[in-house]
């Protein structure tokens, strides 16, 4: 296949996951030579004031879970009926401007944006189109007969689109695509050294997301710093309030941090990690074999991933403080739990994604281009 060929990868600002999907998946085809590949957040380029409304409902719909339990399931039950028609031409004018000035040899999705089945339809080209779906779970709204192949975590999702009837052949699964940085060696002691960490000391990372949403931190740092034993490492991610809020505690084995792209050194050497369960960090965690405390996972897919995790042996569900303080102790305490949570985590981690990923995909057009 020609190097030069055009490649279209879509994604969307509803959580950070998708973006860093996409930009792993770019990196890995220019690793391969592909230097025309790109990348556009399609709900932000055609239609930036509605998409920052969604986006701020969002991250506000996380401080109230039967709200956003409500949207995400009630949307499935829409799928295939009529007025999913208003989704399927979400961004569809500026992605029909797209197709025609880049001229796309194949789109690949990173968010279940339906506009591009339409325009593999209403344009009547014959594009192939692939969709990565980035959780552990795969909701109806990724489902379409004119998606070639999705790229899914699991073989448990596989079954679950069988169900769906989607023929086995379009189902590959590959893990979801990761920072290369997740997969690289480190030395350990370099990175303790490096943050001033105690090399006797065990490391709880607490990691509230890129945009800071995890709750109750405060509370949590104060309790879990009791520990003299254990030292505390929290990432605010892009909130500055939170970061500020723990700056004022006064504690000798509290670490904060904001924003970070060096995360995965923290990663690295952290005995286990509090956060929240959306797809990436799982993911980024299954490639260091690091054991997770998921708190107060949201009814959707944040709750279906958690609950797959847990059912793996991977991770402790905590609901509230108190289980989550029992949890982290019951694993920086006991060394066999965490090593018994890394072997589980082996397991079920799917290792290169990115590079699996685009291998695919290139057999794939290939395939087609000959057959035609």
Not at 254 to 274: N, P
Request: include cysteine; charge should be neutral; glycine fraction near 4%.
């Amino acid at each position: 296949m020609d190097k030069n060929i055009n490649i279209l990868i879509t994604t969307a600002p509803f959580g950070n996951g998708h973006k860093m999907v996409a930009t792993a998946l770019k990196n890995a085809f220019m690793n391969k030579g592909y230097q025309n590949v790109f990348i556009i957040d399609l709900f932000t380029e055609a239609h930036p004031f509605i998409t920052k409304k969604i986006k701020k409902a969002y991250l506000k719909s996380y401080n109230y879970g039967y709200a956003y339990s409500f949207m995400f399931y009630g949307v499935e039950k829409l799928v295939g009926k009529k007025i999913m028609d208003v989704y399927k031409s979400f961004g569809y004018k500026q992605l029909k401007e797209i197709v025609n000035n880049i001229k796309p040899n194949l789109i690949i999705n990173t968010f279940p944006i339906l506009a591009t089945d339409k325009i593999k339809s209403n344009l009547n080209i014959d594009i192939p189109i692939f969709t990565i779906v980035t959780d552990f779970y795969v909701h109806k709204l990724w489902i379409s007969e004119e998606i070639d192949k999705f790229y899914i975590a699991t073989e448990e999702v596989k079954k679950e689109l069988e169900k769906m009837n989607i023929p086995i052949e379009k189902a590959v699964v590959t893990g979801i695509p990761i920072r290369e940085s997740f997969e690289e060696y480190e030395n350990t002691t370099l990175i303790y050294d490096k943050y001033g960490f105690d090399h006797t000391k065990k490391i709880v990372l607490i990691s509230a997301g890129a945009f800071g949403v995890l709750k109750d931190i405060s509370k949590i740092c104060t309790q879990l710093c009791s520990n003299k034993n254990i030292e505390i490492a929290v990432v605010c991610g892009n909130n500055k309030e939170l970061k500020d809020e723990l700056d004022i505690l006064e504690y000798d084995n509290l670490k904060v941090f904001g924003f970070t792209e060096q995360i995965h050194e923290l990663y690295k050497i952290s005995t286990c990690m509090i956060t929240k369960s959306g797809g990436i960090t799982l993911s980024e965690a299954l490639a260091v074999q690091l054991p997770l405390i998921l708190f107060k996972p949201v009814p959707g897919q944040e709750k279906e991933n958690a609950l797959y995790f847990e059912s793996k042996g991977t991770a402790f569900i905590a609901n509230n403080t108190e289980e989550l303080l029992e949890h982290t102790r019951y694993i920086v305490e006991n060394q066999s739990v965490a090593l018994a949570m890394q072997n589980n985590m082996k397991k079920i981690y799917n290792k290169a994604s990115s590079e699996t990923i685009v291998e695919d995909v290139m057999c794939s057009v290939n395939a087609n281009a000959t057959n035609k």
